[in-house]
């Protein structure tokens, strides 16, 4: 979708449509570069395979077991009962079947997908970002040599999930409803707020309707007018239907995603006190925040750059971003830091920001290139729990 806007025959199209696709690729490369660097400093191995390892921490190791061997129908012996269910389905039977065909090892073959995911999220940023070039550059060095980079590619669901969520709001910009349905439906079934981008789809809808002259009383009457709108509407959320399914037929409780988050250390309480408690929890020594204050810093940024969305009458996006930083906060600060980054809105409107002047464009590609060769340092050694 992304392409066909770059690619029209015109003057100075083709040249654009290279660089389109040159900017990501060259973070590819820049970012692999930055990361091999900083895993070869912290490791005696060497080669792509040990890098992929070395990088696979945290949640990944469960997407692993998913795509080798599937969901269990009891818990993981040894594992405090806990079962692979709260861990949605979609990003590991897709490199499930890539490995089909390329029968090499899950991490390497998830490395590459990720990064492939990521490379297209960007090229989906493009037309997202009103073909902001200083924006363009920054979301792409964000993404593939960012401090957080680490994030988008290695086996976590943060690739897939940036690229459905791109596709659903560039099908809304266009208006094209049941392309957003489509990728809204395989975006619920890669994280369980994907089924949340409903809202955006239907807030969308409710704009074109008023902006065609249309009152909030006939909105209803006009859906159910528009046979395209009511399947974008309903197959939304078909990926969590479907793994709800199956989680039923095969262990008996469609809801073991949300059970099962009891087991993680996840049980909900007040997301107020949980940021309190993040922000109140100073280092021992030194003054570098803690995990639990990065969390909590980043949940209260997301929330203000969800604000600064609906300022600016990006309505289903602030309540998309809203809604998938405070569903989580409900519960605790654990991994909050991946979460919002993993916002594909927030980040786009950051790098707008950021881009408006040329001094400020600067200091952050710098910034995002300097900081990713610490952060994954960081990441291999296990520093970055749960963020």
């Keep these: 979708m992304a392409l066909e806007d770059v690619a029209r025959p015109s003057a100075g199209g083709r ?123 920054l979301y792409c060095a964000f993404l593939l040599s960012g ?17 459905l969520t791109s596709c659903v709001f560039l099908a809304l910009k266009r208006s094209s409803y049941l392309a957003a349905g489509v990728s809204s439906a395989l975006l619920s079934a890669t ?60 262990i008996g409780d469609g809801f073991a995603f949300l059970h ?10 007040n997301p107020l006190v949980f940021l309190w408690d993040g922000l109140s929890a100073v280092p021992a020594t030194g003054w570098l925040p803690t995990a639990p204050q990065w969390s909590a810093l980043a949940a209260i940024t997301g929330l203000a750059l969800s604000a600064v969305l609906a300022a600016r009458r990006q309505y289903g996006a602030a309540l998309f971003c809203a809604l998938c930083i405070i569903l989580p906060l409900i519960t ?7 979460y919002v980054i993993g916002l594909a809105p927030l980040t786009m409107l950051l790098v707008v920001l950021l881009s408006a002047s040329r001094l400020t464009y600067l200091a952050a590609l710098v910034l995002f290139l300097g900081t990713c060769y610490f952060m994954t340092v960081a990441w291999i050694g296990g520093y970055l729990a749960l963020v």
Aim: proline share 5%; hydrophobic share 55%; charged share 10%.
């Design 260 to 269: 099962v988050q009891r087991a993680f250390g996840r049980v909900a309480g």
């Design 332 to 338: 605790n600060l654990a991994s909050m830091v991946r």
């Design 15 to 137: 040249s654009i449509a290279v660089a389109v696709a040159a900017v990501p690729l060259l973070f590819v490369i820049s970012g692999l570069a930055i990361r091999y660097a900083a895993f070869s400093s912290v490791s005696e191995e060497t080669g792509f395979a040990a890098y992929a390892r070395a990088l696979c921490r945290w949640d990944c190791a469960w997407y692993i077991g998913i795509s080798e061997l599937g969901y269990e129908r009891f818990p993981i012996q040894n594992q405090s009962n806990v079962g692979r269910w709260g861990f949605f389905p979609l990003y590991p039977m897709l490199v499930a079947a890539i490995r089909v065909v390329f029968p090499f090892q899950s991490i390497l073959v998830a490395t590459v997908t990720s990064i492939v995911c990521s490379y297209a999220a960007c090229l989906v940023a493009w037309p997202l970002l009103e073909k902001n070039m200083r924006a363009y550059v």
């Design 191 to 250: 994280r369980l707020v994907g089924v949340l981008v409903v809202f955006a789809t239907v807030i969308q809808m409710f704009r074109e309707h008023r902006e065609q002259g249309g009152s909030a009383l006939s909105f209803p009457r006009w859906v159910l007018g528009r046979p395209d709108l009511l399947v974008a509407i309903f197959i939304s959320p078909a990926g969590l239907f479907a793994y709800i399914l199956f989680l039923y037929l095969t």
């Design 147 to 163: 401090p957080f980079s680490f994030h988008f590619t290695t086996f976590l669901t943060e690739p897939l999930f940036v690229l």
